[in-house]
């Protein structure tokens, strides 16, 4: 059963429009939750996390928004540029400390068009 | 630089044969991993280390083994038995067990096709 979902496999935005990535979550024990952006043919890099005792967090034009009462977060990008092209994974760990790593999403490829 | 060092990047075997991907990290990390991605999927957890000498299963564990004799490598075995090997793997090392003093550093990646 798939705990963390992303249910939008792609999405297009047009270049300096804001790009807004959703992710869903089952499991009430997460609370420390983590987007990752990655290029084909290359590992993951970290982009942007957030804790359950917060319901945003902002890195320059990167926002992260968690509601948890409906178990949702959300990654916000703006304004979207075109090396924002990549597939984005949201992933999660529950409360305690994840030593058997994180759980990921299916993942959304964005694609950011001139 | 510090980092996570996958090797082979690109690597074919043919079915029955046992294959090894490596693994090294040089970030002092205590806490290693291997993930698998197929298209289409999200990362999958096949083996995790916390400690040297030490190493369980993730999700997908069958079909796979690996050894952690020093802290900075963790090789990943693909053996006959796995039905699928084809695929995406990934390493990654964490600093900390506790997620809120930090997050996964992953490797390039490998690819591995059966022939």
């Known amino acids: 059963d798939q705990q963390v979902k992303q249910n939008s496999p792609s999405l297009s935005v047009q270049e300096g429009r804001i790009s807004i990535l959703n992710c869903d979550y089952t499991n009430s024990m997460f609370d420390y939750f983590l987007w990752y952006k990655k290029y084909p043919a290359e590992g993951p890099t970290f982009l942007i996390s957030?804790?359950?005792?917060?319901d945003k967090n902002e890195d320059g034009r990167f926002t992260v928004f968690l509601n948890k009462s409906a178990k949702h977060l959300s990654l916000h990008i703006v304004p979207s540029q075109p090396g924002d092209s990549a597939v984005y994974f949201c992933?999660?760990?529950?409360?305690?400390?994840?030593?058997?790593?994180?759980?990921f999403g299916k993942g959304t490829h964005l694609i950011i068009q001139p | 630089d510090g980092g996570i060092t996958q090797s082979p990047k690109y690597l074919f075997r043919k079915e029955g044969q046992n294959v090894t991907l490596s693994c090294e990290q040089n970030l002092n990390h205590d806490a290693m991993y291997w993930y698998r991605q197929d298209p289409g999927q999200g990362l999958r957890l096949i083996y995790y280390s916390q400690i040297v000498n030490d190493f369980q299963k993730g999700d997908i564990a069958e079909g796979y083994s690996v050894s952690r004799e020093k802290k900075e490598s963790f090789p990943l075995t693909v053996t006959s038995a796995q039905k699928n090997p084809t695929a995406f793997y990934l390493c990654a090392s964490s600093m900390a067990l506790s997620w809120a003093a930090g997050e996964l550093f992953f490797g390039e990646g490998s690819r591995l096709t059966v022939l």
């Open positions: 992933a999660a760990s529950e409360a305690g400390g994840g030593a058997d790593g994180l759980t």
């Open positions: 957030i804790s359950s005792i917060k």
